[in-house]
C-alpha cells in the first residue's frame, strides 16, 4: 500500500486502518463532529514552505486532520497565492517568515527556543508558528493533537521543549539471524530500515515512523545498534542512509548514526584504530565529510566502546574523553553532536569471589572519573537511568551528578528488554516520572535530574533525552498496542518532564482508541497498575527483576543472577539477601551520591524499602518499615503483584464493543493480557519456590508450596510421555514436567477427577512454549474434547524466542465454565513437532474465578 494511501485510511479512521500502524495519529471522526466546522479553519496558509519541508509537511497534516476528524475538507494554500482566502484560516509559518511578511507583528510573538512554536486560536482562525519549520510542524502537531481529543476553543500556547536532544536509538542490525535477529531487543518485528545487509529498497515505514516521532517532539533516530557493523560505512551503505535521511527530513527528524570504534582497522584496513593515530583520525574525518556530503542535516554519532567486549580508546590506553573527543572534532564544523555511551564496564574483570567489593554498578563513575572538563562541548556522555541495565527499579546513576561541565543525556528504555517484552503491559511512564523528578542534592541545592539534563543547574547548553525504541515492521510498531504508550510518553517527557504520567496517558488512550469514559477509566487503571503489578511479581525490594539474565532476558531464573560475569548479582545464600553497597562494609557505590544522598543510601533505616536490598545484604529475617520481615514481603509481593494481573483481563473485556474499541486491536489486547495473567502466575511461583527453597522460611499463610487445585502432570498416568527434570528447578510446579519420550511420539496424561463435586470449572493447562517446534495439545474431559492448542507464540507474542523449558517459555492456557462430574477423566494428547515434545507442568480444576 502506498504511503498517501496509508495516509488516506488515517484521516478517514476507516476500521481497515485499526491494525496500529497510525498509532495516536488516527485522526478518528470525534462526536458531533459537523457542530464545529464553524470553529474550525477554511484553508491552510503555509508561508515560504517549499514542497518537502516540515513547514509544508505541516499544512499537509492539518489538511488531513480536519477531514479525518472532523469531515472538513479544507484548501491547502502558499503564502504567495492571490487566490482570495477565506474568512478562517489557519496560518503555519516560521517565526521569520511571519515577520517577513508581518513586521508589526513582530512584538506581539513570545519569545522561542529552537524548535518551539507559539499556537494562538481566535474563532476559527489559528497562527501557528515556530522558531524553525520544526517547530512550525510540532505546533501544527499540538493542534491537531488537541483537536482529535474534542478540544475545539480558543487559546494561546508557547510551548518550548525542555532541552534541545531528544533522540530515540534504534538498535537495528544490518542481518537478521545471529544471537539478537534483525533488531536487537526488539518485539515488534524485523527491522523497517535494513535488511540483507543493506538498507531497505522500500522505506515507506521510515516515513510513517518519522511522522510519529515528530508529532511528539522527536528530532532524531540513530538507525543502528550500538554494537555497530562497521560495513555500514561502505560508500553503497552511505547512499542507503541518505535515502532514510530523505524520508525523514520532511518531518524534521535528523539521522544519527552509531559507530563501530574498530572501524579503521576492521573496515579501513589500517593497523590500528588509535585515536592518537593521524592516519586513524584522517580516515573518520573522511568519513564524517563523506556522510555529510550525503547528509548535510546529519544530527551525529552514538558510540559504545570499551564496554561489553566493544572496541575503544582503552584498547591503547586513551582515555573516554580521547575517543569522544577524536569523532566530535570530525562532525563539529557540520553541527554534529556525538553521543558517547557512560555504559561502560569490563564484565571478564568481575569477580565477586575473589573480590567481595567488585560491583558492576561503580562503574560508569570510576570511568569517568577525573575527565568532566577534557570532552569537546559537542559531546554528551548518554547515561543509562540507574547504575545496571534498564531493570525494574534502580536508583538513578550517580553519574549524573559528577559531570559538571560535559554535557548528558539520559538513557532510557522504551523497549521492555528487562521488563515483560511487550508481551507484559508495563506503562512506564510512572517509572520515569521518578528517575526525572529526583534531587541529587549537589553542594546541597536542588538538583533535580531534568535541570542537570537541560543544563539550568550547570549552566550548559546541550543535554537532554534517549530513547531505545525498537520499533519493527509489525504494524502495531512495538509488537503491542498499549506498549505504544511508553513511546508516547517518552517523547512528550522530553519535551515537558514536569509533565504527570496520567495525563500523559489518557491523552494517548483518548487519541489511540477513544475519550470513552469507560475506556479512559479501564486502561488508565490497567495501566497505571502494571509497573508497580510487574515489580511485585518480579523482582522487588530492589533485588532487580530476578529475570534470566543469562538467556533471553524474559522469564525467571533468580539462580542466575549469582555467579555471572556480568555484575548483576543478588548475593542471596541460605540466611541472607542483598548487595552490600555501603561504603563503610560494601562496595563503596552509595559514597558516589552527594553528601546528603549518600547518608541515606547509607544505612537500612534509611534507605527506602523499595531499594533496600540493592544497597544493603540483610536477613530474610530483616524487619522493613511495613512490618513484614523481607522474605514475608517477597511471599506476599508476588502473590499480590500476580493478582492485579489476572484483573487486566477482566477489566480489558468489560470494553468490548466500546467506542474505539475495533474487534481487532480488542483481540490483539485480550490475547496479551491473558497470556501475562498466566505469565504472572509462573513469575510469582517460581521467584517464591526458590527463596523458600533457599531460606527455608515458610510462608506465614501458608500459600507458597501448596496448590490445593493442581494436578501435577508427573503424577498422572503416562503413556508416551515421561517426567523431565526442569531446570532451574522452581520452572516447574514440583521441580517437574512431561515430555514425549520421543520427537516423533504421540503423549497422552490421564488422570480420574475423584477429588471433586460435580460443577463447571476453569480448567488450567501450564505447559512450556519452545522456538524449536510446534507442538500441538489436546485437552479431554470423559473423551470430550475441551480444547485443542498449538505451541506457536514464538509468532505472536514477539517476546525473545528460546529453546529450553523454563521460566521463559512456560505459560497457561485456561478453559472457562468446563462441566466436571466427580469421577470424570481427564486427559491431556500431546502431539511434539521439531524439537518441542510438548511438554506439559500441571492441570488445574478450578471454582469459576478462582486462580491457583
Known amino acids: ?489 517518552f517523547g512528550k517527557l522530553a519535551w515537558n518532564p514536569s509533565q504527570t504520567p496520567v495525563s500523559i496517558l489518557q491523552e494517548w488512550i483518548k487519541l489511540t482508541f477513544s475519550d470513552d469514559p469507560k475506556v479512559l477509566d479501564v486502561i488508565t487503571k490497567m495501566s497505571m497498575a502494571s509497573w508497580p503489578a510487574y515489580e511485585n511479581y518480579s523482582g522487588n525490594l530492589g533485588i532487580q527483576t530476578l529475570t534470566d539474565i543469562l538467556n533471553g532476558h524474559y522469564g525467571p531464573n533468580p539462580a542466575s543472577q549469582d555467579g555471572n560475569p556480568w555484575g548483576q548479582w543478588t548475593r542471596a545464600d541460605a540466611d541472607s539477601i542483598g548487595m552490600d553497597r555501603t561504603v563503610w562494609n560494601g562496595t563503596g557505590f552509595a559514597g558516589q551520591y552527594p553528601p546528603e544522598v549518600a547518608a541515606k543510601y547509607e544505612k537500612p533505616e534509611t534507605t527506602p524499602d523499595n531499594l533496600l536490598l540493592w544497597f544493603h545484604h540483610v536477613p530474610y529475617t530483616y524487619r522493613l518499615k511495613s512490618g513484614k520481615t523481607v522474605i514475608q514481603h517477597f511471599y506476599d509481593a508476588h502473590y499480590e503483584g500476580s493478582a492485579t494481573a489476572q484483573t487486566f483481563p477482566k477489566l480489558w473485556e468489560s470494553l468490548k464493543g466500546r467506542r474505539g474499541i475495533d474487534q481487532e486491536r480488542y483481540e490483539h489486547v485480550l490475547f496479551r493480557l491473558v497470556y501475562q495473567a498466566g505469565h504472572s502466575l509462573v513469575w510469582r511461583d517460581s521467584i517464591n519456590n526458590f527463596y523458600f527453597n533457599k531460606s527455608g522460611i515458610p510462608d506465614a499463610k501458608g500459600r507458597v508450596g501448596n496448590y490445593r487445585y493442581r494436578i501435577e502432570a508427573e503424577k498422572m498416568d503416562l503413556k508416551g510421555y515421561r517426567p523431565y527434570d526442569v531446570h532451574p528447578f522452581e520452572s516447574a510446579s514440583g521441580t517437574k514436567c512431561i515430555v514425549t519420550e520421543t520427537n516423533s511420539t504421540v503423549g497422552v496424561a490421564s488422570t480420574v477427577l475423584s477429588n471433586i463435586k460435580t460443577g463447571r470449572y476453569d480448567v488450567a493447562v501450564n505447559y512450556y512454549d519452545l522456538a524449536i517446534g510446534n507442538s500441538t495439545w489436546e485437552l479431554f474431559i470423559d473423551n470430550q474434547r475441551v480444547g485443542k492448542w498449538k505451541g506457536d507464540l514464538e509468532y505472536t507474542l514477539g517476546k525473545a524466542p528460546t529453546l529450553y523449558i523454563d521460566g521463559q517459555t512456560a505459560t497457561r492456557i485456561t478453559f472457562k465454565g468446563v462441566k466436571v462430574k466427580k469421577g470424570s477423566v481427564l486427559k491431556i494428547v500431546g502431539t511434539p513437532d521439531g524439537q518441542e515434545p510438548a511438554p506439559v507442568d500441571y492441570v488445574s480444576i478450578l471454582p469459576e474465578g478462582i486462580v491457583d
Do not use: C
Open 1 to 489: 500500500m502506498r504511503f498517501s494511501s496509508l495516509l488516506l485510511l488515517a484521516a478517514a479512521g476507516l476500521a481497515a486502518a485499526e491494525d496500529g500502524l497510525n498509532a495516536w495519529l488516527r485522526y478518528a471522526r470525534i462526536q458531533g463532529a459537523k457542530g464545529f466546522h464553524n470553529k474550525l479553519p477554511s484553508a491552510i496558509v503555509t508561508l515560504n514552505a517549499t514542497e518537502g519541508s516540515p513547514v509544508y509537511t505541516a499544512g499537509k497534516e492539518l489538511v488531513q486532520g480536519l477531514d479525518g476528524i472532523f469531515g472538513k475538507q479544507v484548501k491547502h494554500l502558499d503564502g504567495s497565492s492571490r487566490q482570495k482566502q477565506p474568512a478562517t484560516v489557519a496560518i503555519v509559518a516560521t517565526v521569520n517568515a511571519y515577520v517577513d511578511a508581518n513586521p508589526a507583528a513582530a512584538k506581539r510573538i513570545p519569545q522561542l527556543a529552537d524548535d518551539g512554536f507559539y499556537l494562538d486560536v481566535s474563532n476559527g482562525n489559528v497562527l501557528i508558528l515556530g522558531q524553525n519549520e520544526r517547530g512550525a510542524l510540532y505546533g501544527a502537531f499540538h493542534y491537531l493533537n488537541l483537536l482529535a481529543q474534542g478540544k475545539v476553543s480558543n487559546y494561546k500556547i508557547t510551548s518550548n521543549p525542555d532541552a534541545p536532544i531528544r533522540w530515540v536509538n534504534q538498535w537495528d542490525n544490518m542481518q537478521d539471524g545471529g544471537t539478537h535477529g534483525s533488531v536487537e531487543r526488539g518485539y515488534g518485528g524485523k527491522s523497517i530500515f535494513f535488511w540483507d545487509g543493506k538498507v531497505r529498497d522500500d522505506l515507506t515505514r521510515v516515513r510513517l515512523y518519522a511522522r510519529l516521532l515528530a508529532s511528539i517532539g522527536i528530532n532524531a533516530v540513530v538507525v543502528n545498534n550500538v554494537n555497530a557493523d562497521p560495513n555500514l560505512l561502505k560508500p553503497e551503505n552511505m547512499d542507503g542512509l541518505a535515502r532514510i535521511a530523505n524520508e525523514m527530513r520532511p518531518y524534521g527528524v535528523q539521522l544519527g548514526l552509531a559507530l563501530n570504534f574498530a572501524s579503521p582497522q576492521t573496515l579501513g584496513g589500517l593497523d590500528t584504530f588509535d585515536p592518537f593515530e593521524q592516519k586513524v583520525v584522517d580516515w573518520w574525518q573522511n568519513i564524517a565529510d563523506e556522510l555529510y556530503k550525503r547528509i548535510p542535516d546529519m544530527a551525529g554519532y552514538l558510540v559504545k566502546a570499551n564496554s561489553e567486549g566493544q572496541p575503544g580508546p582503552m584498547t591503547y590506553n586513551r582515555t573516554l574523553a580521547d575517543g569522544a573527543n577524536m569523532f566530535a572534532r570530525t562532525v563539529k564544523k557540520y553541527g554534529g553532536v556525538v553521543l558517547f555511551r557512560a555504559f561502560v564496564y569490563n564484565h571478564q574483570t568481575l569477580n565477586q569471589d575473589k573480590d567481595w567489593k567488585a560491583d558492576r554498578a561503580n562503574a560508569a563513575v570510576q570511568y569517568f572519573d577525573g575527565l568532566d572538563e577534557k570532552f569537546e562541548d559537542n559531546v554528551v556522555i548518554q547515561i543509562k537511568y540507574g547504575p545496571i541495565d534498564f531493570q525494574v527499579r534502580e536508583p538513578v546513576s550517580p553519574l549524573f551528578s559528577h559531570l559538571r561541565k560535559t554535557a548528558t543525556a539520559i538513557e532510557l528504555q522504551i523497549t521492555q528488554e528487562y521488563l515483560g517484552q511487550q508481551a507484559h503491559l508495563v506503562y512506564l511512564a510512572p517509572m520515569w516520572k521518578e528517575i526525572l523528578d529526583f534531587d541529587f542534592r549537589v553542594d546541597g541545592k536542588r538538583s533535580v535530574v531534568t535541570d542537570i539534563l537541560n543544563g539550568k543547574r550547570f549552566n550548559r547548553k546541550l543535554g537532554g533525552y534517549a530513547g531505545v525504541a525498537n520499533v519493527g515492521t509489525n504494524t502495531t510498531w512495538l509488537g503491542s498496542h498499549l506498549a505504544m504508550s511508553n513511546l508516547y510518553a
